[in-house]
């Protein structure tokens, strides 16, 4: 199955910025629908970002809209989140998530349901002063 990696989490303050990059081995990624989500301690996992493999139509949550930006790196095989202006409420678990190409379901509903077959790790973000 897809094996995929999230890295690039850290403990940031207020205002911050970080990256996080979604890799895998030996799949194109550029072939799959690709959700960043996260869990806070005590809340329920949200998806945060999300792009479609078919359209390329992007999603991102109203909590994050202007501070976050997802982006594909094809050269790399990489999925990138940039995370800028960030702030204490984006603290948690951060995932990032494939699905092959051949779902019609609209991006933002995949990305609020989770609906994605293969999932990473996850890697820890900390947004504290």
């Known amino acids: 199955q897809l094996h995929l990696v999230e890295s690039g989490g850290d403990s940031v303050q207020p205002g911050g910025s970080l990256r996080l990059s979604c890799g895998a081995s030996?799949?194109?990624?550029?072939?799959?629908?690709i959700g960043w989500f996260r869990q806070a301690p005590g809340k329920e996992r949200e998806g945060v970002s999300c792009?479609?493999?078919?359209?390329?139509?992007?999603y991102y949550a109203d909590s994050v809209k202007g501070r976050f930006t997802v982006s594909r790196d094809s050269a790399e095989n990489t999925v990138y989140l940039q995370m800028k202006n960030l702030k204490p409420e984006d603290t948690g678990v951060y995932f990032c998530?494939?699905?092959?190409?051949?779902?019609?379901?609209?991006?933002?509903?995949?990305?609020?349901?989770?609906?994605?077959?293969?999932w990473g790790q996850g890697t820890q973000v900390t947004v504290a002063s």
């Open positions: 998530a494939a699905d092959p190409p051949l779902s019609i379901t609209s991006v933002q509903d995949m990305c609020a349901r989770g609906i994605y077959d293969y």
């Open positions: 030996g799949v194109n990624l550029d072939y799959f629908s």
């Open positions: 792009i479609s493999s078919n359209d390329g139509t992007i």
